[in-house]
């Protein structure tokens, strides 16, 4: 009699059972299926006890747990290094191979050949499956083989490349068989167990797939205005749906789905925003070296003379600029930051506060829930000028204007600046200006005076950017 080919599917942002690459590999090529999450020690030694991203996973991994059983199998859950943890799981289950989405950062890329190298010396395998892009690795390169380094001739080729079919969700095989594994691992520890507490802020996304979908139906109905509403943070214009992709309980498919399926410059717009996704993976992936360097060689020995108080101020959201200062808060109290926001405060603290922009990315990694390392790393070099972005160094955002176009009536800082609350739409902005204050108010005690002057800031960083050698 034939022995059965088992396979283990390996879950990590990819947090859901339907149309996941992975799973539909494993369950075409193999006749049962285990499945695997790993809370993966390395990673989480690097983070807080109150982590919002914790409880996001664990609710999703507890859905597709939930899933699982109800197939007749379940969904192991490990706690420790996969480097160990996989290869010990595969040969206990006997599995002859183990499936997983593949990941491009430097850390899962080391992570998974040492995986890799460990099942080939039992004579089992590693499978990694293209999920959580549309384009990945070398697919999308220039007509010289190269990786692109600018958006638009990228997004171009990659809209030219693009067939309709690899937006199709991938089918799903409900009668496979899953296995349910050995009692010892099919416990799902708590956040307690795993070291975690109870998370300090209120979360902007709540978790779980059934979540992510009704998002990616709500944004369907706002996607016409999507490009005329995105970049004002007083209104529900954006979809929300970050964190879902940048944890899988959406897959890209269906995200790309959604933005071909209307034919209205929302649609437009949003799909090129997707495509930013992909670009700044596929530069990650080529350039891992921009993890912590400059992409730009001329600006990697670049001195920032910035004050630490100056750092510490924009951390806690006390610069006196509302605009800044509100976003900061959004950031600290939810987890997330508006789009347009994410801009403006990188500007600031590289350009205003003249403060090293791998501090600022740091701290995002270390509160967005929806961080993503790509993403956050291109997002921030583009902001300094650092990166493979075409505009140069003098590109400074002026955080007053800035608030006055996408903020006008100061929704958005009233809602995080309650102590401005009583200030009017011109004041709002920029305090120190104005020729009134409401009754009371004491600027600099009530809400602190601009820690530096942007006209003097922006010669500065004109300066300190133009002496590099170009």
């Not at 539909?24 to 993966?40: K, N, Q, W």
């Not at 892009?133 to 080729?157: N, S």
Request: contains cysteine; proline residues 6%.
């Amino acid at each position: 009699m034939k022995t059965p080919l088992r396979t283990l599917v390996w879950f990590r942002r990819d947090l859901r059972l339907f149309d996941n690459a992975a799973v539909l590999e494993a369950c075409s090529h193999g006749d049962e299926t285990c499945a695997v999450f790993v809370f993966d020690s390395t990673i989480l030694a690097t983070l807080p006890a109150d982590d919002a991203r914790l409880p996001f996973i664990h609710q999703a991994v507890a859905d597709i747990k939930a899933t699982l059983q109800a197939k007749g199998g379940d969904l192991l859950v490990l706690h420790g290094d996969p480097q160990q943890c996989i290869p010990a799981l595969a040969q206990t289950l006997g599995c002859q191979r183990v499936v997983a989405c593949r990941d491009y950062e430097p850390y899962a890329r080391q992570r998974d050949a040492a995986v890799a190298a460990a099942l080939a010396s039992q004579g089992r395998e590693l499978v990694l499956c293209k999920d959580q892009v549309i384009f990945e690795c070398d697919e999308i390169l220039t007509g010289q083989g190269r990786p692109y380094t600018v958006f638009t001739p990228y997004m171009r080729a990659w809209r030219k490349a693009f067939q309709p079919h690899q937006a199709m969700p991938l089918p799903a095989h409900n009668d496979h068989r899953w296995l349910a594994g050995p009692d010892r691992h099919r416990h799902l520890p708590s956040l307690a167990e795993l070291g975690f507490g109870e998370v300090g802020i209120t979360p902007a996304a709540k978790p779980g797939r059934e979540a992510g979908l009704a998002l990616l139906q709500r944004f369907a109905r706002k996607l016409p205005h999507y490009k005329t509403l995105r970049d004002y943070p007083g209104e529900a214009g954006v979809s929300g749906l970050s964190v879902h992709l940048r944890f899988g309980t959406i897959s890209i498919r269906e995200a790309v789905t959604l933005a071909l399926s209307q034919q209205n410059e929302g649609a437009e717009c949003w799909l090129n925003e997707l495509i930013w996704r992909e670009f700044y993976q596929q530069l990650l992936w080529h350039f891992p070296n921009v993890a912590g360097e400059s992409f730009k060689p001329e600006y990697r020995q670049l001195q920032f003379p910035g004050e630490t108080a100056w750092f510490e101020a924009w951390c806690e959201g006390r610069t006196g600029y509302p605009i800044v200062d509100a976003a900061m808060r959004q950031l600290n109290q939810t987890g997330y930051m508006h789009n347009r926001l994410r801009m403006i405060v990188a500007s600031f603290l590289v350009k205003d506060l003249l403060i090293d922009w791998r501090r600022g990315e740091a701290y995002f990694a270390a509160k967005l829930m929806d961080f993503d390392l790509a993403a956050n790393n291109g997002g921030w070099q583009w902001a300094a000028s650092t990166g493979c972005d075409a505009q140069p160094y003098f590109r400074i955002f002026n955080p007053v204007t800035q608030s006055e176009k996408f903020d006008p009536e100061g929704r958005f800082i009233r809602r995080y600046l309650p102590e401005l609350t009583a200030l009017d739409n011109k004041a709002i902005h920029e305090p120190w200006q104005a020729k009134q204050l409401p009754a009371g108010f004491r600027l600099g005690t009530d809400y602190p005076a601009p820690i530096v002057d942007h006209a003097v800031q922006r010669e500065r960083a004109l300066q300190l950017f133009g002496k590099s050698p170009t």
